[in-house]
T-cell receptor, first 110, second 115 residues
Framework: DAKTTQPNSMESNEEEPVHLPCNHSTISGTDYIHWYRQLPSQGPEYVIHGLTSNVNNRMASLAIAEDRKSSTLILHRATLRDAAVYYCILRDNAGNMLTFGGGTRLMVKP | NAGVMQNPRHLVRRRGQEARLRCSPMKGHSHVYWYRQLPEEGLKFMVYLQKENIIDESGMPKERFSAEFPKEGPSILRIQQVVRGDSAAYFC?????????????FGPGTRLTVT
């Protein structure tokens, strides 16, 4: 799977939007962009994924650049419960395992 | 629909003992994955199984570790003759099908401590 680059950490204030960036300049045409998060002492949790178009679900939105070399996970109103490590992962259509990088540690201040 | 279940949640073993970790995938999911997270490190893939078959074990240590997913019952990750370096959180995930468009659902993990 192609590599992704994310900032090590970010801070946000509670109830404000959060934009978590991810660069994936070597993405191939069949790679899906997946986001997972891991809350402290818990297993990873699926957040959202997309291929080319922007995606929305109850947890977040995913904005994908037109050239697909970057994407942004958007939490519309951060809560304290959103404090976690967020992972951006590329998966091709034959992909089985998830390859986790370092992720972005999001801290939410009350 | 119950999520992915793992047991035990915590397991303490002395060096040299065996550890057996169990994973029941979500109902209807036939693809199971095991990951390990060493203290202060990231998650690493270990093995991918379908019912009765190991599909990809490229992340499994060559010795002492084995995995199975029998026709009936949970998937088992077995660690023989545990050493202190095996202390970690072991997560199981399942998905309904193979492919980049399918998400994986993770269990709460088993935290193994080797004393």
């Amino acid at each position: 799977d192609a590599k992704t680059t994310q900032p090590n950490s970010m801070e946000s204030n509670e109830e404000e939007p959060v934009h978590l960036p991810c660069n994936h300049s070597t993405i191939s045409g069949t790679d899906y962009i997946h986001w997972y998060r891991q809350l402290p002492s818990q297993g990873p949790e699926y957040v959202i994924h997309g291929l080319t178009s922007n995606v929305n679900n109850r947890m977040a939105s995913l904005a994908i650049a037109e050239d697909r070399k970057s994407s942004t996970l958007i939490l519309h109103r951060a809560t304290l419960r959103d404090a976690a490590v967020y992972y951006c992962i590329l998966r091709d259509n034959a992909g089985n395992m998830l390859t986790f990088g370092g992720g972005t540690r999001l801290m939410v201040k009350p | 629909n119950a999520g992915v279940m793992q047991n035990p949640r915590h397991l303490v073993r002395r060096r040299g003992q065996e550890a057996r970790l169990r994973c029941s995938p979500m109902k209807g999911h036939s693809h199971v994955y095991w990951y390990r997270q060493l203290p202060e490190e990231g998650l690493k893939f270990m093995v991918y199984l379908q019912k009765e078959n190991i599909i990809d074990e490229s992340g499994m240590p060559k010795e002492r570790f084995s995995a199975e997913f029998p026709k009936e019952g949970p998937s088992i990750l077995r660690i023989q003759q545990v050493v202190r370096g095996d202390s970690a959180a072991y997560f199981c995930a399942s998905s309904p099908r193979l492919g980049g468009t399918y998400e994986q659902y993770f269990g709460p993990g088993t935290r193994l401590t080797v004393t």
